[in-house]
């Protein structure tokens, strides 16, 4: 247990829906991002959140966007969906210190468009 | 911008030791060398981290050059439990700060 939580841990929804993500980063990690990994593909890296400022952006389509709180859980949006927006969708956790930054990933949360 | 290249897969044996090396030609001079283990539908997993020369853990094994255009992850005497998929990621903390993630070794362990 890595200790970031992920909710839902299933989602099926629609084509053209939207839906809400949400992460719950370790104790003491200040830095949230999330990531999409296709069926067999790679990550994904789509967005870094730091203290609740976005710190770095990846490959995140203008249909998505996400958020970090004051209390620093984070919520990623997807709206409009298409068919492959379909996947796994990780949160992970860091400390994101000047001189190292281990991610600790969440179990994921699966979403299928239909 | 840093650019990491990996073998898309490797094939080893119960007890042997696995390297698994990646490329990363543009690494800037403040760039961390970080890998990560995946099973199916699972998040990653943290392995280990270095910026140069050779780090070890309880796990694994790193080594950087020195000019650091590479990266090999050491795996000592393998068990089928390692059967994963293992990344490699450079983070650039310039002034554009970056994630890039190698695209995964699938690493396949037999008896």
């Known amino acids: 247990d890595s200790g970031v939580t992920q909710t839902p841990k299933h989602l099926i929804t629609a084509t053209g829906q939207r839906v809400t993500l949400r992460c719950s980063p370790r104790s003491g990690d200040l830095s949230v991002y999330w990531y999409q990994q296709s069926l067999d593909q790679g990550l994904q890296f789509l967005i870094q959140y730091y203290n609740g400022e976005e710190r770095a952006k990846g490959n995140i389509l203008e249909r998505f966007s996400a958020q970090q709180f004051p209390d620093l859980h984070s919520e990623l949006n997807l709206s409009s969906l298409e068919l492959g927006d379909s996947a796994l969708y990780f949160c992970?956790?860091?400390?994101?210190?000047?001189?190292?930054?281990?991610?600790?990933f969440g179990p994921g949360t699966r979403l299928t468009v239909l | 911008l840093a650019k990491t290249t990996q073998p898309i897969s490797m094939d080893s044996y119960e007890g042997q030791e696995v390297n698994i090396t990646c490329s990363h030609n543009?690494?800037?001079?403040?760039?961390?060398i970080t890998w990560y283990q995946q099973f199916p539908s699972q998040g990653p997993r943290f392995i280990i981290q270095?910026?140069?020369?050779?780090v070890t853990n309880e796990v694994a094994s790193l080594f950087i050059p020195a000019d650091r255009k590479s990266s090999t992850l050491s795996l000592p005497r393998v068990s089928l439990s390692d059967t994963a998929v293992y990344y490699c990621?450079?983070?650039?903390?310039?002034?554009?700060?970056?994630?890039?993630w190698g695209a995964g070794t699938k690493l396949i362990i037999k008896p």
């Open positions: 992970a956790s860091s400390t994101w210190t000047a001189s190292t930054d281990t991610q600790y």
């Open positions: 543009n690494i800037a001079t403040n760039d961390y």
């Open positions: 270095g910026y140069k020369t050779k």
């Open positions: 990621l450079v983070g650039d903390r310039g002034s554009n700060y970056q994630l890039i």
